[in-house]
């Protein structure tokens, strides 16, 4: 019966990617920008709920005069990525091995993922000014200072060299924090994706776990002044150490108003109720 229902769940997460890859490749480059952001948006909220994840949300998002602006996130899993783009659409900087993953690797890529090869020192500075030049279109950018994923319990140090951008460019940072959890508040195992697992190999981990609640807090706006990249990582960083306040071994204790639970039909922000600064 579980293996039944695992191959059922497989199948439907296979057809919407199909459906994914049919409308990047011929309806999301006809669209304009806000259209194309709502049809990610919702393509992300529903494979959430394939991946039977429900949310709660944190915090206050930026008003839209606001934006673009850099969010920065702690890394737990490629899931990561569609908790954002289910949020508040943006486009990512991902390491290049991303581009490799079945089907996925073309979705990111379709949708304006910027791909850096870590060992590359000019390929960073490369990446820095593509990600000025997304900013100045008015594409909000999506980045995990830590550079790699961790169990989710743990912060790794934040690295600077990506932040060159926002300073360049004196576009706001606005840090989040995303904690995956079980239904009996426990951090959920199925969830991280490190050391040598596949994509495959975590993608059937979480298919044949048990449901789960994504908790999003969403930090303050920080506007990047006079700081070095440096000053603003650790900046960066103890703003998200903050938010990751109250997730314990035993939970995610209430600190900070908690606005709403969703399912996979979590509505705009401004829909939802969540203050924009």
């Not at 948006?41 to 206050?60: F, K, N, P, T």
Request: charged content about 15%.
């Amino acid at each position: 019966m579980r293996k039944l229902a695992l191959t059922l769940r497989l199948f439907i997460v296979s057809a919407h990617v199909l459906r994914g890859v049919l409308v990047t490749a011929w309806i999301l480059p006809r669209l304009s920008r806000e259209d194309r952001n709502q049809a990610i948006q919702r393509w992300a909220r529903q494979l959430l709920q394939i991946l039977r994840m429900d949310w709660r949300v944190s915090g206050a998002l930026p008003s839209l005069d606001q934006f673009p602006v850099l969010l920065t996130s702690n890394h737990v899993s490629w899931v990561d990525i569609f908790v954002i783009q289910a949020l508040y659409p943006v486009r990512f900087v991902s390491k290049s091995e991303v581009r490799a993953w079945p089907v996925f690797g073309w979705l990111a890529a379709r949708t304006g993922t910027l791909f850096l090869v870590r060992a590359s020192r000019r390929q960073t500075a490369e990446i820095g000014t593509q990600m000025q030049s997304v900013l100045a279109q008015g594409d909000s950018l999506g980045l995990f200072p830590e550079s790699t994923t961790s169990d989710g319990q743990t912060l790794l140090p934040f690295r600077s060299p990506m932040l060159q951008a926002a300073v360049d460019s004196k576009r706001p940072l606005l840090p989040i924090f995303i904690h995956y959890k079980l239904s009996d508040g426990q951090p959920n195992p199925y969830l991280p994706f490190v050391g040598s697992m596949t994509f495959v190999e975590s993608l059937l981990k979480i298919l044949g776990g048990p449901a789960a609640t994504v908790d999003i807090r969403i930090g303050p706006l920080t506007h990047p002044l006079q700081q070095h990249r440096r000053e603003l990582a650790v900046l960066l960083e103890q703003h998200t150490r903050a938010l990751m306040v109250g997730t314990t071994r035993t939970g995610y204790l209430e600190q900070g108003e908690v606005l709403q639970t969703y399912g996979s039909e979590m509505p705009s922000p401004q829909a939802a109720g969540i203050e924009c600064q």
